[in-house]
């Protein structure tokens, strides 16, 4: 879902100013209500959160829908392995993240979409593995695929997302062939909320959204 910053060094090479030590363009993210459809299950925020960052050449992206999907601490690391062969991890917060990857994702356009995906979820926490591939263009050819490993909580109101890690796919490091057939339905049926609302919890009130959890 998140494949920039270093990944995009190799895919994109014209990143390469943009990423430079010179002064980085700074996003500005408004502070908005999150919408209750994109918050009502762990589905609807991970759907939303591919939408947010997805777009063409030219168009910002939905910051601010995308930020309401985030604690005020969710941290970003991205992984993967640099040109000479040596493993990184690049950590980031929110507002980190979206400065330096979003004037490539307007410059160059970005679609991502959701292949598969495994879920695990334990009372108020959850993890999910979630495969992707990457396009310039909504329907132009897969520049590259890999995994996310997302985890969430839930507050008694709604899930939030506290942190995203991710990999690229590579020829030495393949997609499972087990998370690219979806143990979990990327679209339920309406009302089905199995594994997805805690005991207890209550749906997302719009007329009083909950405070963001740190």
């Known amino acids: 879902m998140r494949v920039v910053l270093y990944g995009l060094l190799v895919l994109m090479p014209q990143l390469l100013s943009a990423q430079s030590d010179t002064a980085r363009p700074h996003i500005v993210v408004p502070t908005i209500n999150a919408r209750p459809e994109d918050v009502a299950t762990i589905d609807a925020i991970l759907r939303a959160s591919y939408e947010t ?64 995906r495994s879920v695990v979820v334990f009372g108020h926490v959850a993890s999910v593995m979630s495969a992707w591939e990457a396009r310039t263009e909504e329907h132009g050819p897969v520049i590259a695929r890999g995994a996310n490993s997302i985890q969430l909580v839930n507050d008694g109101h709604r899930w939030w997302i506290t942190s995203i890690n991710w990999d690229s796919e590579r020829p030495d490091n393949p997609i499972p062939a087990t998370l690219l057939t979806p143990a979990y339905p990327l679209h339920p049926v309406r009302g089905d909320t199995t594994a997805i609302t805690p005991p207890g919890s209550r749906p997302a009130d719009p007329r009083a959204p909950p405070a963001r959890p740190e």
């Open 53 to 116: 960052i997805s777009g063409p050449a030219g168009q910002p992206r939905q910051w601010g829908r995308d930020r309401t999907l985030y604690t005020r601490s969710a941290y970003f690391v991205e992984t993967g392995v640099r040109p000479s062969g040596a493993g990184y991890a690049h950590g980031m917060t929110y507002q980190e993240y979206a400065d330096q990857a979003g004037p490539e994702l307007e410059r160059s356009g970005y679609y991502e979409r959701e292949i598969g």
